[in-house]
């Protein structure tokens, strides 16, 4: 599996970006996508998942102002970022991988995009 990410940059606190994760390969194994963020000095935090069977998850500090979806074909997913805060400032990791129950395995994660919110 190989993933593409996109859509990061800067932006002012209170405004929208949407980034995207193209996944390719073999994704045959894969019912679960999303995305991570990790801030500096910080750990890397669950941001938003969504299933094959579209079941969607976020946290708690986003649920509010982020939006993920995903294409029809699930090979791409999309994370709608609105009313951005300065907090928000960190690199966004997106992944593929399978659930096991309740539990995520994570096959792939890609490349990282930075997404800074400040004016």
């Known amino acids: 599996v190989q993933l593409q990410a996109s859509g990061g940059g800067l932006v002012q606190p209170g405004g929208s970006l949407r980034l995207s994760c193209a996944a390719s390969?073999?994704?045959?194994?894969?019912?679960?996508m999303g995305w991570h963020r990790q801030a500096p000095g910080s750990q890397r935090d669950f941001v938003a998942s969504?299933?094959?069977?579209?079941?969607?998850n976020a946290a708690n500090s986003v649920k509010d102002r982020f939006t993920i979806s995903r294409d029809n074909a699930k090979t791409t997913v999309y994370l709608q970022m609105n009313s951005l805060k300065p907090e928000d400032t960190a690199v966004y990791f997106c992944y593929a991988g399978h659930t096991i129950g309740d539990y995520v395995v994570y096959d792939k994660w890609g490349q990282g995009t930075l997404v800074t919110v400040s004016s």
């Open positions: 969504v299933t094959n069977d579209g079941s969607l």
């Open positions: 390969g073999s994704i045959s194994s894969i019912n679960i």
